[in-house]
T-cell receptor, first 115, second 113 residues
Framework: GAVVSQHPSRVICKSGTSVKIECRSL??????MFWYRQFPKKSLMLMAT?????????EQGVEKDKFLINHASLTLSTLTVTSAHPEDSSFYIC???????????FGPGTRLTVL | QQQVKQSPQSLIVQKGGIPIINCAYE??????FPWYQQFPGKGPALLIA?????SEKKEGRFTISFNKSAKQFSLHIMDSQPGDSATYFC????????????FGSGTRLLVRP
């Protein structure tokens, strides 16, 4: 149980385009979802926390207009990287949590490459 | 006060050795301390977690030792195998909450055959 999927697993796009990444909790309802960014050989950097039906809470330094997060249902959250630039190239990972519990279940990640 | 400091940054052991990874935290209000294992190109997976009311927890070959007074906790991998080669992250948070976890910087472990 507690499986989280991400789609796509890899995406290559041109500079200036927007990319949407989906995060789904497959067998449970996730009241909270987290979006992380990870650079090679580095730790996970929390970008934002999203609760179903409300606006995401962004960490300091993360541009909310560039990284749009939507958590429209208890099983789906999306991250849209708008007007992507090469410096946005990274590994993006989501995690999902259960109400009242801090255990986070991570997705497999999405490798974004912006040319 | 929200930081979790992890060491070492990298670790190499021979098969059968017992690698030890250490983490330290500042916020005494934390009550949930998980360890995650991550293979290259994959998302982290929960390995084992502990709460501060116990000093040790074992799950298979993985053991967490917890020192509440020192605000430190560590992961020991018994009889390590080449398949254990991965990056390990400690974290700290609040158990009964969906509050964010604070992650350590990670330890890259290589277990030589």
């Amino acid at each position: 149980g507690a499986v989280v999927s991400q789609h796509p697993s890899r995406v290559i796009c041109k500079s200036g385009t927007s990319v949407k990444i989906e995060c789904r909790s497959l067998d449970f309802q996730a009241t909270t979802m987290f979006w992380y960014r990870q650079f090679p050989k580095k730790s996970l950097m929390l970008m934002a926390t999203s609760n179903e039906g409300s606006k995401a809470t962004y960490e300091q330094g993360v541009e909310k207009d560039k990284f749009l997060i939507n958590h429209a249902s208890l099983t789906l959250s999306t991250l849209t990287v708008t007007s992507a630039h090469p410096e946005d190239s990274s590994f993006y990972i989501c995690s999902a949590g259960l109400a009242g519990r801090n255990e986070q279940f991570f997705g497999p990640g999405t490798r974004l490459t912006v040319l | 006060q929200q930081q979790v400091k992890q060491s070492p940054q990298s670790l190499i052991v021979q098969k059968g050795g017992i690698p030890i990874i250490n983490c330290a935290y500042e916020n005494t209000a934390f009550d949930y301390f998980p360890w995650y294992q991550q293979f290259p190109g994959k998302g982290p997976a929960l390995l084992i977690a502990i709460r501060p009311d116990v000093s040790e927890k074992k799950e298979g070959r993985f053991t967490i030792s917890f020192n509440k007074s020192a605000k430190q906790f560590s992961l020991h991998i018994m009889d390590s195998q080449p398949g254990d080669s991965a990056t390990y992250f400690c974290a700290a948070g609040f158990m009964d909450s969906s509050y964010k976890l604070i992650f350590g910087s990670g330890t890259r472990l290589l277990v030589r055959p």
